[in-house]
């Protein structure tokens, strides 16, 4: 009974003693072994090794494996003034074990510096390049992947001889204004529109300017040729009536002179018409010889009918069939 307890006794021992100085390192992680605080070579093979119990040495593991970074948003001027807030991130992990033990001992010390790090560079770079190098609506002038790898390439010299950090990669998720920029911004940005829709008014209405031009022109043109061909015909017709009231006139001169009598008549005697002219006057010779009693002009008779009186009808117009 007693030698079973001895060798249980002897196998917790020797559990204890291996536990105290052997230690295992994984394939995703660094192990630096320090005797009384002082750091030793760092163990990047994976396996079993040995180590003097603790005080006297002590193992620090580090993860070997790549880190996501994601800093808070910082505030960057452009080379033209622009203020922007920059939202980043960074890949990064552990290059040289003992100098980030040295430098920065954990992961949250060494995020702390990469910050610093990164928000330095990216501020630098993005204060030699203007807006429309970050943000544009032009695809060929933007030139966001040429800063970043500037500001990438920075940060991993850096990084790696101060801290012993490897960055692999820093970009941007997202570039936005200050809140108390945006205001201005979006007053500044309605002026440009405004001014552009003004432009845009400015030349079409110089372009509707030489299209109304050209329609008057066109119009007095096509009027003028109407009116040309209009007062010619006019001529003609004028000049064709003139030729047929000459042969009117030639074929009975009296008649076409009580024709054209009668018609000055119908269109200056009116009811509310009053004319003073003297008795021998040649236009109202008509009036003066006509005898309203014979219904014709004074000295004639009028035409009798079968019984041998005056027929006064008769004197006026002539009935039908007679």
Not at 189 to 207: D, L, P, T
Not at 303 to 321: L, N, Q, W
Request: proline residues 4%.
């Amino acid at each position: 009974m007693k030698k079973q307890l001895y060798i249980l006794m002897a196998i917790v021992a020797l559990a204890l003693v291996a536990y105290m100085v052997l230690f295992t390192v994984n394939e995703t992680e660094y192990a630096i072994v320090t005797t009384f605080g002082k750091p030793g070579k760092a163990i990047e093979s994976p396996g079993l090794y040995l180590k003097w119990p603790a005080p006297a040495q002590a193992v620090r593991r580090f993860d070997k494996r790549l880190q996501i970074f994601d800093p808070r948003p910082t505030e960057n001027f452009t080379l033209d003034r622009k203020n922007l807030v920059v939202d980043s991130y960074a890949c990064w992990r552990i290059a040289d074990a003992n100098k980030f033990l040295e430098k920065v001992q954990t992961i949250e010390g060494a995020e702390n510096s990469l910050g610093v790090l990164v928000a330095s560079e990216l501020s630098a770079e993005l204060g030699k390049h203007e807006l429309s190098a970050v943000v544009s609506v032009n695809e060929e002038e933007v030139m966001l992947a040429e800063i970043m790898q500037d500001v990438t390439d920075r940060c991993q010299h850096t990084a790696e001889e101060d801290y012993g950090i490897e960055v692999v990669d820093v970009r941007i998720k997202r570039v936005n204004l200050p809140d108390e920029n945006k205001q201005s911004v979006y007053r500044r940005m309605r002026a440009e529109r405004e001014q552009k829709a003004k432009e845009y008014r400015a030349e079409g209405e110089e372009k509707a300017m030489v299209i109304r031009g050209d329609t008057d022109k066109q119009q007095r043109q096509i009027l003028s040729a109407a009116y040309k061909d209009a007062q010619q015909l006019k001529g003609e017709g004028e000049a064709e009536a003139i030729r047929l009231y000459a042969e009117a006139y030639s074929q009975d001169p009296k008649f076409y002179k009580f024709m054209r009598t009668l018609s000055a008549y119908k269109k200056i005697l009116t009811e509310d018409t009053t004319i003073v002219m003297s008795s021998d006057s040649e236009f109202l010779k008509i009036l003066s010889d006509f005898d309203p009693e014979t219904l014709s002009p004074s000295g004639k008779s009028a035409p009798k009918d079968s019984t041998g009186t005056e027929d006064p009808v008769g004197a006026a117009a002539p009935t039908p069939g007679q």
